[in-house]
């Protein structure tokens, strides 16, 4: 049982899911202390003394709050209906102990349940802030139901590249063949520092390769490949989410971007298919590659 755990379980008597505890250990120092009123650093989650002294105020002031609960970050406001009277109320995040769900809890004791596991709530997320923190650049995967639309893809963004409409660190495709055969296609050969487990490159290779539903598709997984995501940030859930999108028969690109014209990337990969399955600026980024990709206009949208 690592400090945090113990400390969780020595103040508030229970026990908390080793997925919660062990991103404490990782992360808590990243935490504010006070997540109502300063800007989290991930989703609203608060430090181990914002996690006890929270609780024990809603243990001791919120009739319908449960025992098991345990208080882990704020999320907002929200307008609810008092005695026919418009009011506002604070809601928080709060954890089940007996099984690591994760909920919704306002200031009546009102609860909404959010996600099965911590892991699986906070994941994209996670992901997201490791990336931009490793990153100056902005990480896109997109994955294809078809062998040469990621290549298509990236020749359409060189061409805008050589309009000077985007400026690439990195674009490298992956096809998984009908035969489940893998192979990368880099754009260039990387020099940078630290070689290919420093690059994109390493990135993808990595993820493939300790992948368990993919199994060993390129050899031996170096250990500089392996700390190099490490480093990145790359959890189960993402290399889950990479196998069960990337069938035989599919291809994924994955784009290290500095900057680009969003209109012309629109424009130019309008209607093309595929499915974001990262985007590290942020969901709202995400949602609207997701929509161009799809062939969704603004004024659809609305």
Known sequence: MGEFAAYASRMLGLRLPDDYAGFMESHGRKLPEDPVHNESWLRGLGSRDFVVGTTLAFRSTVPKFRNNYVVIGYIGIKTVIVNKAYEEIDEYTVIDSRDGSIHAVDSFGVSNRLAASFDEWVGPELLRATLK??????????????????????????????????????????VKEADGKVKVHQMHKMTRKGGVAGSITGLIVGSILLSPLLGVAFGAVTGAVSASLTDVGIDDRFMKDLAESFRPGSSALFTLVRRADPERVAEECFGLGGKVLVNSVSREREALIQAFLDGVSDEAQE
């Open 133 to 174: 923190e490793r990153y100056a650049s902005n990480l896109t995967v997109i994955v294809f139901d078809d062998e040469l639309k990621a290549e298509e893809a990236r020749l359409k963004l060189l061409k805008l590249q050589r309009e000077g409409f985007v400026e690439l660190e990195d674009a490298v495709v992956v």
